[in-house]
């Protein structure tokens, strides 16, 4: 069981603003992961403030990404830098009858803390496959896998989910009783992500496998 106490982990992941939206659950944390393909790692260096997109996989207690030895994100990464990871998926847009209740049905997550480097080969190459069955189940039993130099100019990087919040809202607008009366719309317009139809490369020799045919059809 991974549930844990709905209290912050630490003072930095303790949300203030809208209290009530928060959600400390580990497995609450671990669903807004693993229904994400793309983070966001927000860092600092002497040029400034930087925040980069980034694709993201969870194992376990940790968030990973990945990226070429030579890119500033894992240099920076590497050296212990502290770093800020936030996801986000948009669920709907609330509409109110005053402007300024207007709000957002959403399910975010932040982490906070060091990335460490994912050592050796057999680690990495590991790891990317947990990568690759995210993206496609059973695609790294058919995809080349990657060679000793693809891999050494590779880094794997994770971060410990230990310091990590999660906001959640849900529902209708909260309109202030003065407002109920105003003859405008209110409700909430449903926002949700589709998964379109497969695209083949104009070369290929070989029929779709069972996860690209079903690939319009999954839950995203």
């Known amino acids: 069981m991974t549930t844990q106490p709905n209290k912050p982990p630490s003072d930095r992941t303790r949300i203030r603003r809208i209290a009530e939206n928060a ?22 260096d002497e040029k400034g403030t930087h925040c980069i997109p980034t694709a993201c996989w969870r194992e376990d207690n940790h968030l990973y990404i990945h990226g070429s030895n030579g890119g500033r994100l894992i240099k920076l990464l590497a050296k212990g830098t502290q ?21 957002m049905n959403y399910r975010s997550a932040v982490i906070y803390g060091q990335f460490e480097q994912v050592p050796g080969e057999a680690a ?47 529902g209708g607008p909260n309109d202030d009783d003065e407002d109920m009366a105003i003859p405008v719309w209110a409700g909430v317009l449903p926002f949700v992500t589709v998964a379109g139809t497969p695209e083949p490369a104009a070369d290929l020799l070989v029929e779709a496998p069972a996860y690209v045919r079903e690939w319009a059809t999954a839950e995203m």
């Open 23 to 44: 959600n400390y659950e580990r497995d609450t944390l671990y669903s807004i992961i693993d229904a994400a393909y793309l983070c966001h790692v927000a860092f600092h």
């Open 83 to 103: 770093a800020s990871v936030a996801i986000t998926h948009l669920d709907g847009l609330v509409l109110a009858r005053s402007a300024f209740n207007h709000s």
């Open 124 to 170: 990495k190459s590991a790891s990317l496959d947990v990568f690759m069955d995210k993206l496609a189940p059973g695609r790294k039993d058919e995809a080349r896998k990657g060679n000793s130099k693809e891999l050494a100019a590779t880094t794997v990087m994770r971060i410990s989910l230990d310091e990590a919040a999660a906001k959640i809202r849900v």
